[in-house]
């Protein structure tokens, strides 16, 4: 019985490994693969089985001058993007979110739990009802095309996610202990970063990593709302198909864009086997 | 420094959590909240501390309007029921918290935490996590961080009740020594509580809430001694004190066929539509040539049994200080010490006590 249980679990620990991990490889390897090495059958092993190149990767830093795509610009445009629209985003969801989680609102049959809800409903709505009152918003303001206008939609997409995450976490924070806060001589801003906010890092590491994921794989707005001046790395990696599919780049730039939510995901997991995420609050 | 309240009302639904309530605390002393679960013990507590404004009525701390004192500069202290400490500080910052909140000197602040952490017995506990102390701990810690303040008034919510048997013993037997240890020289020390037990061994002045309307004021001797109405009776004991109908006339005491000689606080009563018999579930006691009751359930808690009789349409509760084996059904007789026995009016007030109290 023992033993069958310890064979199981490797068993399906393996074959979970090679289904998470065989994609990487496949990118891997097709990233140093020329033409022939591609069409030409299946191959696996570099030297062996085809003779590696770095075609793939030069493509996404040459300038298109010279038959590159250059993916730097944009590349660091997402970056920008996504990490400010997603620490505004946290920043005013927390803030909301609090306020929404511990005083009461209301405005006629308005109450929290509306307002709470009001946040969710902007991603309940299909992306494509936004587009065009974005586009329209942003081009009366002066901003397509542009990394303020971007960060200005991101916020009101990822903000929700914020909001609603916080919302249930401060709400599992037993009121007492604000209140013990004021007691011991902080008033309500003291009470709330001294106090709150340590107690609630978990809660803020799981809604930034949300954030961050959401606003990085986004395609949909950075396609409609940015045309020349600005690009963003999705957008790009599309321009990099032409009538020969690039396999080669194609690869080499998927390892590229899924490598900052890697590393995120790794730090988490860092946090996580700390036992930092449990505890914490009863 | 006096705490003055006047008819301090607050109803947030359509229940009245304080209704009219008064009080005027003095510096130095000890008082208790005696009353029920949901009975405005808590709402009162917070309107002191400033959580809650009352819809009406005021408060007056040394002369001054409290309620316009936010929380943060009211100098109280407080201890929740459930152990509210900072989790994410270890237990010496946690007590430290409230002095760092004011700015005192590093020295001093190590000085005063060491202080308060040998006066609730969590010494060498300095650098745990609040999360590895034990419920009896973390409540201790949460004592000592309303200690370290030196708060004027010390709020104290029911601290005990989440903790099991023994160490609420242990620890009610530790707050009466704190308390009586020159702490309340000049602070006011309030402590809710639904256990009438707990009350008398702090043997402080109580006041009794219910619904939020107090109910009596006096020392814990003379809400014992007297209560001025049933109620009060009800929730100054446990077990709740046993209430029987019966009638009194030609001094005798009747009910369910049985006939006592009315002893003498009694004797003088004459009315004849009723009265109620207040007697403590320890004032009866188990008497061969007594009256038959049929046992309805016998507990046993500690070394005392509970037995539930019944006799007709009355029903008692009586507890021995010995551990006895009762099946249901079976038949007991028992002896009331009529002479420590109350009586109550039909509206509930008080008719005579056997310690003399009178309030007809």
């Given at each position: 019985m023992n033993k069958l249980y310890i064979f199981l679990k490797y068993f399906f620990i393996v074959v979970w490994t090679v289904f998470v991990v065989a994609p990487f490889l496949w990118a891997l390897t097709t990233s140093f693969k020329d033409f022939q090495s591609v069409n030409g059958g299946v191959t696996y092993i570099p030297w062996v089985d085809f003779e590696?190149?770095?075609?793939?990767?030069?493509?996404?830093?040459?300038?298109?001058?010279?038959?590159?795509?250059?993916?730097?610009?944009?590349?660091?445009?997402?970056?920008?993007?996504t990490c400010t629209a997603s620490l505004i985003s946290i920043i005013l969801g927390t803030l909301s979110a609090y306020a929404l989680s511990r005083y009461t609102f209301k405005a006629g049959f308005v109450k929290n739990n509306d307002i709470t809800f009001f946040f969710i409903s902007q991603r309940i709505m299909p992306p494509i009802v936004l587009s065009i009152p974005f586009f329209l918003f942003l081009s009366s303001i002066n901003l397509l095309d542009s990394l303020t206008g971007l960060i200005v939609v991101y916020i009101v997409l990822l903000m929700p996610i914020a909001v609603w995450i916080m919302v249930d976490f401060f709400n599992k924070v037993p009121r007492e202990i604000d209140e013990?806060?004021?007691?011991?001589?902080?008033?309500?801003?003291?009470?709330?970063?001294?106090?709150?906010?340590?107690?609630?890092?978990?809660?803020?590491?799981?809604?930034?990593?949300?954030?961050?994921?959401?606003?990085?794989?986004?395609?949909?707005?950075?396609?409609?709302?940015?045309?020349?001046?600005?690009?963003?790395?999705p957008v790009k990696i599309v321009a990099l198909n032409s009538s020969v599919t690039p396999w080669w780049s194609l690869s080499a730039s998927a390892l590229v864009s899924v490598a900052p939510l890697i590393i995120v995901a790794f730090i988490v997991e860092r946090y996580l086997s700390k036992g930092n995420l449990s505890g914490a609050i009863k | 420094m006096d705490l003055v309240a006047h008819k301090l009302s607050y109803k947030p639904d359509d229940q009245y959590h304080l209704n009219e309530?008064?009080?005027?605390?003095?510096?130095?002393?000890?008082?208790?909240?005696?009353?029920?679960?949901?009975?405005?013990?808590?709402?009162?507590?917070?309107?002191?501390?400033?959580?809650?404004?009352?819809?009406?009525?005021?408060?007056?701390?040394?002369?001054?309007?409290?309620?316009?004192?936010?929380?943060?500069?009211r100098n109280v202290a407080?201890?929740?029921?459930?152990?509210?400490?900072?989790?994410?500080?270890?237990?010496?910052?946690?007590?430290?918290?409230?002095?760092?909140?004011?700015?005192?000197?590093?020295?001093?602040?190590y000085e005063k935490v060491m202080d308060a952490l040998k006066s609730v017995g969590l010494v060498g506990y300095e650098k745990r996590k609040i999360q590895e102390l034990?419920?009896?701990?973390?409540?201790?810690?949460?004592?000592?961080?309303?200690?370290?303040?030196?708060?004027?008034?010390?709020?104290?919510?029911?601290?005990?009740?989440?903790?099991?048997?023994?160490?609420?013993?242990?620890?009610?037997?530790?707050?009466?020594?704190?308390?009586?240890?020159?702490?309340?020289?000049?602070?006011?020390?309030?402590?809710?509580?639904?256990?009438?037990?707990?009350?008398?061994?702090?043997n402080g002045e109580v006041i009794v809430l219910d619904e939020g309307k107090v109910l009596q004021v006096g020392p814990a001797k003379e809400i014992f001694e007297n209560p001025n109405s049933l109620k009060v009776a009800e929730i100054s004991n446990d077990p709740p004190m046993n209430i029987i109908e019966a009638k009194i006339s030609d001094n005798n005491i009747k009910f369910e066929g049985i006939n006592l000689e009315a002893p003498q606080h009694l004797s003088k009563l004459t009315e004849e539509d009723g009265l109620k018999i207040g007697l403590?579930?320890?004032?009866?006691?188990?008497?061969?040539?007594?009256h038959e009751f049929e046992v309805e359930l016998a507990e046993i808690s500690g070394s005392e049994t509970l037995l539930h009789l019944k006799r007709g349409n009355t029903k008692i509760i009586v507890s021995i200080e010995e551990v006895l084996n009762f099946k249901i059904h079976d038949k007991i007789k028992i002896n009331f010490k009529i002479d420590r026995a109350y009586a109550f009016h039909v509206d509930g007030k008080l008719a005579s006590s056997p310690f003399g109290g009178l309030n007809g």
């Open positions: 590696p190149n770095l075609e793939g990767w030069k493509v996404l830093i040459k300038s298109p001058a010279r038959g590159g795509v250059d993916i730097i610009e944009p590349y660091f445009n997402s970056l920008f993007v013990t806060a004021l007691i011991d001589g902080c008033n309500p801003y003291q009470a709330f970063l001294k106090v709150v906010l340590p107690n609630s890092i978990p809660g803020l590491i799981v809604a930034g990593m949300f954030c961050i994921i959401f606003g990085w794989i986004d395609f949909f707005f950075a396609f409609i709302l940015t045309f020349t001046e600005v690009q963003l790395l | 309530v008064s009080f005027n605390f003095k510096e130095g002393n000890l008082y208790t909240i005696l009353g029920r679960t949901l009975s405005g013990k808590t709402t009162l507590l917070k309107t002191i501390a400033g959580l809650l404004t009352p819809d009406s009525g005021e408060i007056e701390f040394d002369g001054k309007n409290f309620l316009k004192v936010p929380v943060w500069e407080m201890v929740y029921q459930q152990f509210i400490n900072y989790p994410h500080l270890n237990v010496f910052e946690n007590i430290a918290f409230p002095l760092k909140q004011r700015k005192i000197d590093q020295s001093v602040i034990s419920g009896g701990q973390q409540q201790r810690v949460s004592l000592a961080r309303s200690l370290v303040k030196n708060a004027k008034i010390l709020l104290l919510d029911e601290p005990l009740v989440n903790l099991d048997y023994k160490l609420r013993e242990q620890l009610r037997e530790e707050f009466k020594n704190l308390f009586s240890k020159g702490l309340a020289d000049e602070t006011i020390l309030i402590y809710s509580t639904t256990d009438p037990r707990e009350t008398m061994e702090l403590r579930s320890s004032d009866i006691e188990l008497n061969e040539n007594g």
